[in-house]
């Protein structure tokens, strides 16, 4: 620590500074009598070497061994390419090789492609609005020689001979003639050897062989045209022929079964089309890991798209459930902004409103509407392991006399999930199991539902068209129910006394935390309404405003769930029939407002393979 003293005080210190805000040998200069010294400091700003700013650079494009597979596969397709081979050693940290058939570079292209910001995709500001490549900023070799040892061998077609660069750690080592097919052959070694602290943080090698596995399959998803193979360890990890067919590419990612009972979806509104590859809600996730968005072929990640995914589901989806689907969006390259992140996975929409609503509707009209069932299927049972193009079948003895079809023509289309008719014709009541689920046999199969979500549903339907039209039928109480509520409680009840008079629940505060529940909605059954209060009390509290679509959406549905019938409550064969009948007029009859499914269809067929008689 250093101190300067005033020339008039010598012995009083007028400033105390560490000595390392300052060079060793520190000046100053006096100003007018009796004020402090003013003192000299060199800079503390400096500006980094090119090797320093290089490697920072290089952080923000190269996070791990499957970044550079990315940045390089970007390049191979851009340049036109259709067979792509990559081999990698030590799960990519020892080798990256990618080889390509694509356009190729020349020598002076070569030189070049290791500036910072070359590129051949943009040259002025007004090329941004117009990109159609996956590639553009010029950071991904240079940004993956600095921190690698690299070469690159190249030849256009035209050529007779082609050229190979070294580099190592962004410095160039040399650049020669060399024999070598056309296109570009980029061998990346030793990721990371001069960023030992970037080196530590990578997982191990089957870790970052996935990583690498599930980038090369997201990237090439939609380009199933281009032939890409994958090599590690002596052995093929991946190999994608060439196809015309989608369906090809999706069983890879999805698996047989999953790929082959999806639903195909499209919709165009002028500036953008929108083709979706739907699974059915039934072989949904706890994990959004199968969620696969690209605009205008580039693989993205956004929240917006996410949630119009999940709106355009709907109650088909059970809360804290994904989907499985494949989403693409052909858009004109001036509505969206890819230059927000280096790794190019963001992008910002000039009309936002109108990408949300599109996909929503595109996937809410795949499914279309009525009552609709899942058949139990060999395609849609995930983990079968077979995948059939027809699921014809020989009989182990003649057909049955209840059917008038072979077995194999009972089975739904293979390749199409979207839901069917619940039933051709009004279904025979067999009656109760275990007083839940009604069994019900139909001209195709036996149909399975789950009594208590088929009135749930039937329910929020009904309040929910009622609420639209301000006609909820109520019944006044001839003895009103008396409820106690915390004063919290009783505040939040309050602030939403006239909302949910609307609702048809007419609350009257008695005095102190007692409230008096004088009517409620007729369609609700046997509720317990301390408990419905008790649910729904907390919901009001955490919406604030219960007038917006979400949160009246989520009070109907608790009104729904505690006014259906229950599990466990018997019901007549009239009623059981009359429920199927409601459940028919329903928009939305496969699932409950919770997302719950409310029908199981098994079909003649899969129940005779269920008892071997189809073999």
Not at 293 to 309: F, K, S, W
Not at 459 to 481: A, C, D, G, M
């Amino acid at each position: 620590m250093e101190f300067y003293f005033n020339k008039t005080f010598p012995n009083k210190p007028l400033l105390q500074l560490p000595k390392a805000h300052y060079s060793n040998t520190p000046t100053f200069q006096y100003s007018n009598w009796g004020e402090a010294p003013r003192f000299k400091m060199k800079s503390l700003i400096r500006v980094l070497s090119e090797k320093v700013a290089s490697q920072i650079a290089a952080g923000e494009v190269v996070e791990r061994p499957a970044s550079v597979i990315r940045e390089l596969l970007d390049n191979s397709i851009d340049a036109e390419s259709n067979r792509i081979t990559i081999r990698i050693e030590n799960g990519g940290k020892g080798l990256i090789k990618v080889t390509d058939n694509g356009l190729g570079m020349t020598r002076d292209d070569l030189l070049l492609c290791l500036e910072r910001h070359a590129t051949s995709k943009i040259r002025t500001i007004s090329d941004l609005p117009s990109i159609s490549t996956l590639g553009f900023r010029g950071e991904a070799l240079p940004s993956i020689a600095a921190v690698s040892r690299t070469e690159i061998t190249s030849r256009p077609a035209d050529e007779l001979i082609g050229n190979k660069l070294k580099v190592t750690g962004g410095k160039l080592n040399s650049i020669d003639e060399t024999g070598s097919p056309p296109g570009t052959d980029v061998e990346v070694r030793d990721l990371f050897f001069n960023v030992p602290a970037r080196r530590k943080f990578l997982r191990t090698v089957k870790t970052e062989t996935d990583h690498i596995i599930d980038t090369l399959t997201r990237i090439t998803l939609p380009y199933n045209m281009i032939h890409v193979k994958l090599e590690g360890a002596g052995k093929t990890l991946l190999n994608l022929p060439g196809t015309e067919n989608p369906l090809n590419r999706l069983s890879v990612l999805f698996g047989r079964d999953v790929a082959a009972s999806m639903t195909e979806g499209s919709m165009e509104n002028g500036e953008m089309a929108v083709r979706t590859y739907l699974a059915s809600p039934e072989l949904s996730r706890n994990r959004g890991d199968r969620i696969f968005i690209y605009v205008n072929g580039r693989n993205i990640r956004d929240r917006l798209i996410t949630r119009a995914i999940m709106e355009g589901y709907g109650q088909r989806l059970m809360k804290g459930r994904y989907p499985q689907l494949v989403l693409y969006i052909e858009i004109d390259p001036a509505f969206v902004d890819v230059n927000v992140h280096p790794t190019k996975q963001e992008i910002r929409f000039h009309h936002g409103h109108l990408v949300f609503q599109t996909i929503m509707n595109t996937i809410a009209g795949s499914f279309g509407s009525g009552s609709v069932a899942h058949y139990e299927t060999e395609a849609s049972r995930p983990g079968t392991g077979k995948f059939e193009e027809n699921h014809s079948g020989t009989m182990a003895e003649p057909d049955w006399a209840y059917s008038s079809q072979k077995a194999e023509e009972t089975f739904p289309p293979t390749g199409d999930i979207r839901q069917q008719n619940l039933v051709k014709e009004m279904p025979q009541v067999l009656g109760q199991l275990k007083e839940t689920y009604i069994l019900c046999q139909t001209g195709d199969g036996l149909l399975m539902v789950d009594q208590h979500a088929a009135h749930e549903r039937i329910v929020y339907e009904t309040l929910k068209s009622s609420h639209q039209h301000s006609n909820i039928e109520r019944q006044s109480f001839l003895i009103p129910h008396k409820l106690e509520l915390s004063l919290k409680e009783g505040r939040v009840v309050l602030k939403n006394l006239d909302q949910l008079v609307k609702l048809g629940l007419e609350l009257e505060h008695f005095g102190g935390s007692t409230f008096l529940l004088r009517s409620a909605p007729s369609i609700l059954l046997s509720v317990d309404w301390d408990d419905f209060l008790r649910d729904l009390i907390p919901l009001m509290e955490e919406e604030g405003d219960i007038t917006h679509d979400r949160a009246l959406d989520k009070l109907l549905t608790i009104m729904a769930c505690h006014g259906a019938i229950r599990a466990g409550q018997h019901l007549s064969q009239r009623e059981m029939a009359q429920l199927l009948h409601q459940l028919e007029e329903a928009e939305l009859s496969t699932n409950c407002p919770h997302g719950r499914p409310v029908v199981k269809k098994f079909s003649y067929g899969e129940i005779e393979k269920m008892f071997k008689r189809i073999v």
